[in-house]
């Protein structure tokens, strides 16, 4: 089975708008964590947000908020008011294990922010 | 500090040749990671070293790949006997104690022919 799961290969959203982009994963970790990282066109990964499997609250930096749903196993990124800039591929990931040194990526999505 | 810095940005070399990149971790980061991302995917596990030590391959890692940290600072990543199957951009990133987020280099770009 896949540990990430991103099934939106592609998401427009238009200027000043929020956009929810998805992510579900698989672990049978009790401890573990989610990341999502930005790679816009010029290649650079860019960490934006991360939530710990114990973390009772809602993970948010700036625009960007993580919807943590533990027993529906999934991680949905929040980007609100959406700006030109957001147009990137952006990337669910996790970390698990009892040293949580393996790390796994989803096959990202493409956000288009539109004018 | 600016980053994760890696070295070469490009390389071009033909299948059977050994190829190694350098990467260079942002200075107070103890931990430091080796990923390979081909077109299309998400980035891809290789390996993670703590300080100086090995401490996590991928069980999909070819022994033709080698990595070192000498010093627990820079490290290196070989591949060996190349194939064209190698061909994608290998990513360093690295991590300062005790937090799990990763701060990525540009990445070197290989191309095997």
């Known amino acids: 089975a896949q540990k990430i799961t991103q099934t939106q290969p592609g998401m427009f959203v238009q200027e000043k708008e929020a956009v929810t982009l998805d992510c579900t994963y698989d672990?049978?970790?009790?401890?573990?964590?989610l990341f999502w990282y930005k790679q816009p066109s010029s290649g650079e990964m860019i960490f934006l947000i991360y939530?710990?499997?114990?973390?009772?609250q809602n993970a948010t930096e700036g625009r960007y908020s993580l919807n943590f749903q533990k027993a529906r196993k999934s991680a949905n990124l929040v980007i609100s008011a959406s700006q030109l800039g957001d147009s990137a591929m952006y990337f669910c990931?996790?970390?698990?294990?009892?040293?949580?040194?393996?790390?796994?990526f989803g096959t990202g999505t493409s956000l288009t922010v539109i004018p | 500090d600016t980053g994760v810095s890696q070295d070469p940005r490009h390389k071009i070399t033909k299948r059977g040749q050994n190829v190694t990149f350098r990467c260079d971790p942002i200075?107070?980061?103890?931990?430091l990671y080796w990923y390979r991302q081909t077109l299309g995917q998400g980035p891809e596990f290789l390996t993670y070293?703590?300080?100086?030590?090995?401490?996590?391959k991928s069980r999909l890692l070819s022994d033709r790949f080698s990595a070192e940290r000498p010093k627990g600072s820079f490290s290196t990543l070989e591949i060996q006997r190349t194939e064209q199957g190698d061909s994608a951009m290998y990513l360093c990133?690295?991590?300062?104690?005790?937090?799990?987020?990763?701060?990525f280099g540009p990445g070197t770009r290989l191309t095997v022919t």
């Open positions: 990133a690295s991590s300062p104690a005790r937090r799990y987020e990763q701060y």
């Open positions: 672990t049978s970790d009790q401890s573990y964590g």
């Open positions: 939530q710990g499997s114990y973390d009772e």
């Open positions: 990931a996790m970390r698990e294990g009892n040293t949580g040194n393996q790390f796994y």
């Open positions: 200075s107070e980061h103890n931990r």
């Open positions: 070293f703590q300080n100086e030590a090995q401490l996590e």
